[in-house]
């Protein structure tokens, strides 16, 4: 269809077959330790299958709770693929959340940010103090999604929030309507109005946002995260434009506490 081409990125990334293996074992390593050591608890925020979080927990108090929502265009992978993008935050002493939520077909993309919304709720229950949101691709749209009118999370939880960094994220959902994948994703007109970022108000102020681009991305993911932060100008979100990353490797900073990303999510809180 129309978009396929713009909104694939495997195609277009080199070595594009070797990232799923190495996430799995980078994952699994780092979780694996995390489990080991006392660090690692999940959690249960519904009935459904996948409606659980892992809770990575730092040494000592932890300073607030940073969120991960993941990605594969609402249809693929879990929390377990993604664990050692803890690594940074976890370092300068937050916990960190990775919620799994049911995929497209089985759920819609308004269903899917009403559990992200649930899954929230319950880590804010288990850790005191702020939350600063994040989440890649389509976990972009999602954790964007959490910042709008009309809102998906009670005041007392989003007035916690103090920063939200969507990665790469799909703004507006408008574009996928014309892909071969929307035949599981289901967006109507009606979808893609209540549920795109770019075309909500946003419903707290005072949210630091930064919008996060790779480079080498998808001409689309550039445009999606230029229309993103314009949309959200009167907030001053800001774009950042993160030099040589595509869209496999444009989350890595998350590992190093000490890098521009997890700076854009934590610095200063
Ligand atoms: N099959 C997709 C996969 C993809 O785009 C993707 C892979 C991992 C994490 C996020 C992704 N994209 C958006 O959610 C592609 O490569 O075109």
Same mark, same amino acid.
């Given at each position: 269809?129309?978009?396929?081409? &713009?909104? *694939?990125? %495997? $195609? ?8 799923? /293996? ?5 994952? *699994? +390593? ?5 489990? $080991?050591?006392? !660090? ?7 009935? !459904? ?8 927990? =730092?040494?000592?108090? /932890? ?7 993941? @990605?594969?265009?609402? %249809? ?10 803890? &690594?940074?935050?976890?370092? %300068? @002493? ?10 497209? =077909? ?19 229950? &288990?850790?005191?103090? /702020? ?19 009309? =809102?998906? #999370? +009670?005041?007392?939880? &989003? ?29 109507? *007109? ?10 909500? +108000?946003? @419903?707290?102020?005072?949210? %630091? ?12 993911? #550039? ?14 979100? @800001? ?31």
């Amino acid at each position: 269809m129309t978009n396929d081409i &713009a909104y *694939a990125n %495997r $195609d277009f990334i080199p070595a594009a077959d070797d990232y799923v /293996p190495g996430w799995e074992r980078a994952a *699994a +390593a780092f979780r694996h330790a995390a489990r $080991d050591r006392g !660090a690692l608890r999940t959690r249960r925020y519904g009935p !459904a299958e996948r409606q659980e979080t892992d809770l990575f927990m =730092p040494q000592g108090q /932890p300073l607030g709770c940073a969120v991960f929502v993941h @990605g594969g265009y609402w %249809r693929a992978f879990d929390k377990s693929l993604w664990s050692h993008l803890a &690594a940074g935050p976890l370092a %300068r @002493g937050w916990a960190v959340a990775m919620p799994s939520y049911t995929l497209a =077909p089985h759920a819609r993309i308004g269903q899917i940010g009403a559990e992200i919304a649930d899954a929230i709720t319950d880590v804010a229950e &288990a850790v005191e103090g /702020p939350i600063a949101l994040c989440g890649h691709s389509a976990g972009g749209q999602l954790v964007a999604r959490m910042l709008c009118d009309p =809102p998906l #999370l +009670a005041p007392r939880i &989003a007035a916690r929030i103090l920063s939200c960094v969507p990665i790469s994220p799909i703004g507006d959902l408008v574009p996928l309507m014309d892909t071969a994948m929307n035949a599981d994703l289901r967006i109507d *007109a009606e979808e893609a109005a209540a549920q795109s970022p770019a075309r909500l +108000a946003l @419903g707290a102020a005072g949210i %630091r946002i930064t919008v996060w681009v790779g480079a080498e991305e998808r001409p689309a993911f #550039l445009d999606q995260a230029a229309g993103l932060s314009q949309a959200w100008a009167g907030a001053e979100a @800001g774009l950042r434009i993160d030099p040589g990353r595509h869209h496999f490797d444009v989350m890595d900073g998350l590992e190093n506490a000490g890098s521009p990303l997890v700076e854009a999510l934590l610095g200063g809180l």
